[in-house]
């Protein structure tokens, strides 16, 4: 009774086997290769999938995502007989699953040698400026040749990218030392073209502020002459108006001449020639009023005399 009790145990344990080799389940984004006896028979999709257990075998499950490989610095001599290191990122993606894994042996080891050999020569056509600058056209380049490839691999390459190009320390000395040299001679000539430009301004603020201040000038000295005609005009047409005769003017006259004398620091009194004729006229005005009581009478002028020389 044991002994069927066994058997019937390990009929289950096999049965239970059977239904998990006969069940596979693929997840999405993936694929698996099946071989019976050895040989290919098909590729399981994403989802539940049934086998002959026993018989037909996983040989290879492949991812069907596109994939992020990097490869370490490789040094390339470029035309000019320079060594850079250049590191690559690879962006791939598996089209035909059996392809991957029958075609080639080791995809990802192939598609790095194979990136190594063409970048090499491409590089080996160029110098160390256009390879510093070209980055663009490299990875057109790479790419092209790296897709071609891989077709018959079942794999299609969709990015090629360049993480880094590193020349030599000398020649990145050399390249510092040019860039820093090209911005200070950038930095003189902003600094002269800007002292330039200060010292135009300034000059036209000057040329500006002289002819505004000449301008000025001019119409201040053309309205104090405005003015001063002005006045003139004004003192003229009183005294016409007032009908002042030569006497008055004798008399205003001789009270100017104090105000003349006013000050500390007139040590020098000029009398004007025409203090006589002043006089004359005053002196006129006066003799027709007549004498004033109590004043006295102005004696006659003597008359000049002039000895006569002695001719014996």
């Given at each position: 009774?044991?002994?069927?009790?066994?058997?019937?145990?390990?009929?289950?344990?096999?049965?239970?086997?059977?239904?998990?080799?006969?069940?596979?389940?693929?997840?999405?984004?993936?694929?698996?290769?099946?071989?019976?006896?050895?040989?290919?028979?098909?590729?399981?999709?994403?989802?539940?999938?049934?086998?002959?257990?026993?018989?037909?075998?996983?040989?290879?499950?492949?991812?069907?995502?596109?994939?992020?490989?990097?490869?370490?610095?490789?040094?390339?001599?470029?035309?000019?007989?320079?060594?850079?290191?250049?590191?690559?990122?690879?962006?791939?993606?598996?089209?035909?699953?059996?392809?991957?894994?029958?075609?080639?042996?080791?995809?990802?080891?192939?598609?790095?040698?194979?990136?190594?050999?063409?970048?090499?020569?491409?590089?080996?056509?160029?110098d160390l400026e256009r390879t510093l600058t070209s980055r663009e056209e490299i990875n057109a380049a790479l790419r092209g040749v790296l897709d071609e490839a891989t077709g018959k691999w079942?794999?299609?390459?969709?990015?090629?990218?360049?993480?880094?190009?590193?020349?030599?320390?000398?020649?990145?000395?050399?390249?510092?030392?040019?860039?820093?040299?090209?911005?200070?001679?950038?930095?003189?000539?902003?600094?002269?073209?800007?002292?330039?430009?200060?010292?135009?301004?300034?000059?036209?603020?000057?040329?500006?502020?002289?002819?505004?201040?000449?301008?000025?000038?001019?119409?201040?000295?053309?309205?104090?002459?405005?003015?001063?005609?002005?006045?003139?005009?004004?003192?003229?047409?009183?005294?016409?108006?007032?009908?002042?005769?030569?006497?008055?003017?004798?008399?205003?006259?001789?009270?100017?001449?104090?105000?003349?004398?006013?000050?500390?620091?007139?040590?020098?009194?000029?009398?004007?020639?025409?203090?006589?004729?002043?006089?004359?006229?005053?002196?006129?005005?006066?003799?027709?009023?007549?004498?004033?009581?109590?004043?006295?009478?102005?004696?006659?002028?003597?008359?000049?005399?002039?000895?006569?020389?002695?001719?014996?």
């Amino acid at each position: 009774m044991s002994a069927i009790i066994i058997v019937l145990i390990i009929l289950v344990v096999l049965v239970f086997i059977a239904l998990i080799k006969t069940i596979q389940v693929i997840p999405q984004a993936s694929a698996a290769i099946v071989e019976r006896f050895g040989r290919y028979t098909r590729t399981l999709n994403a989802g539940l999938n049934i086998v002959v257990p026993f018989i037909d075998s996983i040989r290879n499950r492949i991812d069907l995502r596109e994939q992020v490989v990097p490869f370490p610095p490789q040094p390339v001599i470029t035309q000019d007989n320079l060594v850079v290191n250049i590191d690559t990122v690879i962006y791939y993606q598996v089209t035909d699953a059996r392809a991957a894994t029958y075609e080639v042996a080791s995809y990802i080891q192939a598609i790095e040698q194979l990136t190594v050999t063409t970048l090499r020569n491409i590089i080996g056509g160029m110098d160390l400026e256009r390879t510093l600058t070209s980055r663009e056209e490299i990875n057109a380049a790479l790419r092209g040749v790296l897709d071609e490839a891989t077709g018959k691999w079942g794999i299609r390459v969709n990015r090629v990218e360049l993480k880094a190009i590193e020349p030599p320390t000398s020649i990145q000395d050399s390249m510092e030392k040019q860039m820093r040299a090209d911005r200070d001679k950038r930095a003189a000539i902003l600094t002269a073209e800007g002292i330039r430009q200060s010292q135009i301004l300034t000059a036209e603020g000057e040329k500006q502020s002289a002819i505004l201040r000449a301008e000025g000038e001019a119409k201040a000295a053309a309205l104090r002459a405005e003015g001063e005609a002005q006045a003139i005009r004004t003192v003229f047409e009183s005294i016409h108006a007032g009908d002042a005769d030569q006497k008055l003017l004798a008399y205003q006259y001789l009270q100017m001449l104090p105000k003349i004398a006013e000050g500390d620091a007139n040590k020098l009194w000029i009398v004007p020639s025409e203090i006589g004729d002043a006089l004359k006229g005053l002196s006129g005005a006066m003799g027709n009023f007549g004498p004033m009581a109590g004043a006295p009478t102005p004696a006659a002028p003597a008359k000049e005399r002039r000895e006569q020389p002695n001719i014996d």
